[in-house]
Nanobody, 127 residues
């Protein structure tokens, strides 16, 4: 069964760092575009970060997390990570990882690009 399982969320204070993990199983995800999205209560799911392999991995970030978050993957563990620093209350959301197992259309920032999703992990940042 092909699946993604996120972990690492929790309740943290503003300013700290935290790492989210997305363990992939069922196939090797090394060459597939993968991304992190988040959804706060009452809001639409929004793009956070993505990694697309074009010979080497290219990374993309939303303006709200650029310079604070880092997306990377450990191919030996088939796991995607999101390293988050200087967390803010506005980072509070359910975080989802996603994989594009089909034909990549270039819209790494769009949820519609991805066809496999994890169940999400809750991150709450207190002020």
């Amino acid at each position: 069964q092909v699946q993604l399982v996120e972990s690492g969320g929790g309740l943290v204070q503003s300013g700290v760092s935290l790492r989210l993990s997305c363990a992939a199983s069922g196939r090797t995800f090394t060459d597939y575009p993968m991304g992190w999205f988040r959804q706060a209560p009452g809001k639409e799911r929004e793009f956070v970060a993505a990694m697309v392999r074009r010979i080497s991995d290219h990374t993309y970030y939303s303006d709200s997390v650029k310079d604070r978050f880092t997306i990377f993957r450990d191919n030996t563990k088939n796991t995607l990570y999101l390293q988050m620093a200087s967390l803010k209350p506005e980072d509070t959301a359910v975080y989802f990882c996603a994989a594009d197992l089909g034909d990549y259309r270039g819209a790494y920032y769009s949820p519609a690009e991805y066809d496999l999703w994890g169940q999400g992990t809750q991150l709450t940042v207190s002020s």
